[in-house]
């Protein structure tokens, strides 16, 4: 029986091989330990910020003490309570009670629909006096142009306390007063936005060509200028609500807005006021619920600003 000895270029071969096999080998351990090695996200893209959560939870109560607050409040808000006068925060009433003995939890729980429709009502206000007079100024000719802006300088020139006073000599206090007066004072930031936005929009590579394909001037505003033009306001509405609020509230304070025994939240600042000194409550507790609502709305506003600035990118 004859045994082959494998010949001088066999051997090689099979040096060869094994050197590749072995690279194979090395390079997929490589890729595996590359594979292994990549970095886990630490956080899911749609997980909120706590404070956001926070803050969507808050206004959610408010939603709820607006619309059903018979069934949150312990105590009816009008209920008079001689025996529980001025009484400081117990159990039984834990924000105190007011001169009457009326439970302040239950009158600030019952003054949120009032006080979130004075917010509402006074943005909305503003958004239409700013839509007129942004788009006005931002895409009419030269005189309704110079028109619109002095009409925006003019306003600036009102704070909105002297259109506050302004206006409750002409029509006296009350929520409607109260809405236009800061929905005027607050409209000309707005329409400077808008103006802006409208003066960026019209130049626009797609708006050139919208009018190159023969669309009216109508459609073209309708359908790519206001759109993109009144995005910002998103934002800037929600922010504004809470600023509307502290204003209502700063207005009532000073006597001009929702007379009592309303339990709107300015109207219980300007009537506790006057007992601060004996009883601390009446105007620190309307005074936290006023605070928090407008860093409620403020944060929820930021974060839709970063939303909508990333899906702009």
């Not at 109260?178 to 000309?188: E, K, Q, R, S």
């Not at 930031?189 to 808008?194: F, L, M, N, V």
């Amino acid at each position: 029986m004859t045994i082959q000895k494998p010949s001088a270029g066999t051997a090689p071969d099979t040096a060869s091989s094994d050197s590749t096999s072995s690279h194979k080998t090395s390079s997929i351990k490589t890729s595996r330990s590359t594979v292994t090695a990549l970095p886990e996200p630490s956080r899911r893209p749609w997980a909120l910020p706590p404070t956001l959560i926070a803050a969507l939870g808050f206004l959610v109560l408010l939603l709820l003490a607006a619309v059903v607050p018979g069934l949150i409040a312990p105590y009816d808000p009008l209920a008079i309570d001689l025996d529980a006068t001025l009484s400081p925060p117990t159990w039984a009433h834990p924000f105190g009670t007011d001169l009457s003995g009326r439970d302040l939890l239950s009158r600030i729980i019952f003054g949120t629909k009032q006080s979130l429709a004075i917010g509402l009502g006074a943005v909305a206000v503003a958004l239409v006096l700013a839509v007129v007079l942004g788009i006005t100024a931002g895409l009419s000719g030269r005189v309704a142009q110079a028109l619109a802006n002095r009409w925006i300088d003019v306003l600036f020139a009102f704070p909105t306390i002297l259109l506050g006073l302004l206006l409750t000599s002409v029509f006296g206090p009350g929520p409607y007063t109260l809405i236009f007066a800061i929905g005027i004072g607050i409209a000309p930031g707005y329409a400077r936005i808008i103006r802006g936005q409208v003066l960026t929009v019209r130049n626009a590579a797609y708006i050139e060509a919208a009018t190159a394909l023969g669309h009216s001037r109508t459609r073209i505003l309708v359908q790519h200028i206001a759109p993109n033009a009144l995005r910002p306001m998103i934002v800037t509405a929600t922010l504004g609500v809470g600023q509307a609020i502290i204003w209502a509230s700063g207005l009532a304070y000073l006597g001009l807005g929702v007379a009592p025994p309303s339990p709107e939240w300015g109207a219980l600042l300007d009537a506790g006021r006057t007992y601060i000194t004996v009883a601390w409550w009446l105007e620190i507790f309307p005074g936290l619920v006023i605070v928090i609502t407008a860093l409620a709305f403020t944060t929820v506003g930021r974060h839709l600003g970063a939303r909508l600035e990333g899906t702009t990118r």
